[in-house]
């Protein structure tokens, strides 16, 4: 909403407003908080390229890129708290997500519930902080496509390229070894129909994918360090 558009609009409307956002996109942003924090929720399955079923609970990419732009952009959001349980979904939309929340110069804190499977991966370690809950897990895995497939060398060299640029932005912002993430992600000892490792929180934090094994408070501890220690990103 546009500031112009804010001015305009009784409280009625603002609350109408931020009721959608929540529905829609699953944000919301408190605002009698000792920070004003933009919590961004990605759930289910991420919605990239190609329209999911309708029974599918997805997350879209185009909802999600100018919410994080209009949050970097607005002085008034002083930290952003993403919160995963993904399956996963489309490896470019979630990959380009991820690459927007790195570049981001507003605090960001990641908290993975439940699970960040697949390419909830790179969005989890895409926030200047990570955490995750004790019964939560994460699949690591090869890339994987649905659909015909052409059985050619190209194929497969596209497969290579996609999977170190996605091996590339993990070990770039955790502390994870590239030999150790390959290692996870090629495991044919774990997975019955698969390949690849699923680990849980303290096992994350232990290889150093996931930098603290905590809760919501602990990250919201996290993020308020973070606004009270770190200069403002837009000089005014």
Same mark, same amino acid.
């Not at 989890?124 to 699949?139: E, H, L, N, Q």
């Not at 770039?172 to 590239?178: L, V």
């Not at 009270?228 to 000089?235: D, F, G, L, M, V």
């Given at each position: ?8 609009? *009784? ?20 605002? %009698? ?6 919590? #961004? ?32 952009q607005d002085r008034s959001v002083e ?31 990641? #908290? ?13 370690? *895409? ?45 770039? %912002? ?16 774990? #997975?019955? #129909? ?24 602990d990250a919201m501890d996290c993020l ?13």
């Open positions: 909403m546009s500031d112009e558009k804010e001015k305009d609009c *009784s409280p009625a409307e603002e609350m109408l407003y931020e009721a959608e956002l929540a529905r829609d996109n699953g944000q919301s942003v408190p605002k %009698n908080s000792r920070h004003l924090i933009h919590c #961004l929720s990605v759930i289910g399955q991420i919605e990239g390229h190609y329209v999911l079923a309708e029974q599918n609970k997805t997350t879209k990419y185009e909802h999600i890129i100018p919410a994080l732009v209009a949050i970097e930290g952003l708290l993403i919160i995963l349980n993904t399956a996963g979904g489309d490896v470019e939309a979630g990959l380009a997500l991820a690459e927007i929340i790195a570049g981001m110069k507003t605090p960001t804190v990641s #908290l993975v519930v439940g699970g960040g499977h697949s390419i909830g991966v790179p969005l989890a370690v *895409s926030a200047k902080r990570s955490f995750i809950v004790p019964t939560a897990s994460m699949t690591i895995h090869p890339v994987r496509m649905n659909g015909t497939v052409l059985g050619v060398p190209q194929t497969l060299s596209y497969f290579d390229k996609m999977q170190d640029r996605i091996v590339s932005f993990i070990t770039r %912002n955790s502390r994870i070894r590239e030999d150790e993430l390959r290692r996870l992600m090629m495991n044919t000892e774990e #997975l019955v #129909l698969d390949v690849g490792s699923v680990i849980e929180g303290s096992k994350a934090v232990e290889l150093g994918l996931i930098d603290n094994l905590g809760s919501l408070g308020y360090h973070m606004i009270e220690n770190t200069e403002k990103r837009y000089a005014d």
